[in-house]
């Protein structure tokens, strides 16, 4: 069964820093692309980053780039976002995905919360 | 940034009664576009790539149409378990996502 696992969210004041998870089995994680979408409360989706097979490729949303650091380790199966100086608008669902174009499969979401 | 808009924010059906969907891009995306349903604490669930091929394991009542700028997405008689929120998503030029459907019991 292909699954998408994310974990590391929780409450962040703002400034602060949290790393996100996700732990990808059934299926061949190094062969794929991996990105990270969020969730405001009421708010639509919004792409954030993708990482290429070999993590040599990086991209970002202009409202993340310089804040945000996508990585993966194959060797463990996972991807992780590194989230620096961290703004109360950046509170949302985070889900991590698996694709270039469309996204197929989804994890289920680690909820952030950035407040004093 | 290509901008996604999706019309009506909230459709109101009868199960059964066929549901249609529609997002417009701000130009044109070619046949780039896919649909996402989302339910409360799930995962966003893949139902159409390419504007209209169905992804796996999607039931034959979901369809998808169109090209350029202006798509829908159909459910031909909406079962209880399809009432949840549509998403459609370019990916023709980066990525970007309607505000979403709500799809409500009548």
């Known amino acids: 069964e292909v699954q998408l696992v994310e974990s590391g969210g929780g409450l962040v004041q703002p400034g602060g820093s949290l790393r996100l998870s996700c732990a990808a089995s059934?299926?061949?994680?190094?062969?794929?692309?991996m990105q990270w979408v969020r969730q405001a409360p009421g708010k639509g989706l919004v792409w954030l980053s993708r990482?290429?097979?070999?993590?040599?490729?990086?991209d970002y949303a202009d409202s993340v780039k310089g804040r945000f650091t996508i990585s993966r380790d194959n060797a463990k199966n996972t991807l992780y976002l590194q989230m620096n100086t961290l703004r109360a608008e950046d509170t949302a669902v985070y889900f991590c995905?698996?694709?270039?174009?469309?996204?197929?499969?989804w994890g289920q979401g680690s909820l952030v919360t950035v407040s004093s | 940034e290509i901008v996604m808009t999706q019309s009506p924010a909230t459709l109101s059906v009868s199960p059964g009664e066929r549901a249609t969907l529609s997002c417009r891009a701000s130009?044109?995306?070619?046949?780039?576009l896919a649909w996402y349903q989302r339910k409360p604490g799930q995962a966003p669930r893949l139902l159409i790539y390419?504007?209209?091929t169905r992804a796996n394991g999607i039931p034959a009542r979901f369809s998808g149409s169109g090209s350029g700028t202006e798509f829908t997405l159909t459910i031909s008689s909406p079962q209880s378990e399809d009432f949840a929120v549509y998403y459609c998503q370019q990916y023709n030029d980066w990525y970007t996502f309607g505000q979403g459907t709500k799809l409500e019991i009548k």
């Open positions: 130009q044109s995306v070619s046949s780039n």
């Open positions: 995905a698996v694709g270039t174009n469309w996204f197929d499969p």
């Open positions: 990482i290429n097979t070999d993590g040599s490729n990086t």
């Open positions: 059934g299926f061949s994680f190094r062969s794929s692309w």
């Open positions: 390419g504007a209209s």
